[in-house]
């Protein structure tokens, strides 16, 4: 499955943006989804991730409370909701795909991820 991932912009503190990130190739139901992000200097962090159906959420600490996943099968697409946006929350976001097996107890793992998108920046300011 191939990725693009849009979305990105400027916004301030507590403000709000969705991501969206498209996906076409292989067929997008059979692929469980994450979000990434990566901020200069830092290596690359897990946001959130969503199983096949929607029915599980995944969320890193950091942004729980503040983010929404969320997946539309017809459309091959998925989405991070970000509200009250932080300066810390500033990053590239990439989204992701996984067919595997293991993704309930390892979706926070970037290395099980097989698909990627090419990031799209979000910067917060104050």
């Known amino acids: 499955v191939q990725l693009q991932a849009s979305g990105g912009g400027l916004v301030q503190t507590g403000g709000s943006l969705r991501l969206s990130c498209v996906a076409t190739?292989?067929?997008?139901?059979?692929?469980?989804m994450g979000w990434f992000r990566q901020a200069p200097g830092k290596e690359r962090e897990f946001v959130a991730a969503i199983s096949r159906s929607g029915d599980s959420l995944y969320y890193a600490d950091s942004v729980k409370g503040r983010f929404t996943i969320s997946r539309d099968n017809a459309k091959n697409m998925v989405y991070l909701e970000m509200n009250s946006l932080k300066l810390e929350d500033t990053a590239v976001y990439y989204c992701a795909a996984t067919r595997s097996a293991l993704f309930s107890r390892f979706y926070a793992l970037d290395r099980q991820y097989t698909s990627w998108g090419q990031g799209t920046q979000l910067t917060v300011s104050s």
């Open positions: 190739g292989s067929s997008f139901i059979h692929h469980k």
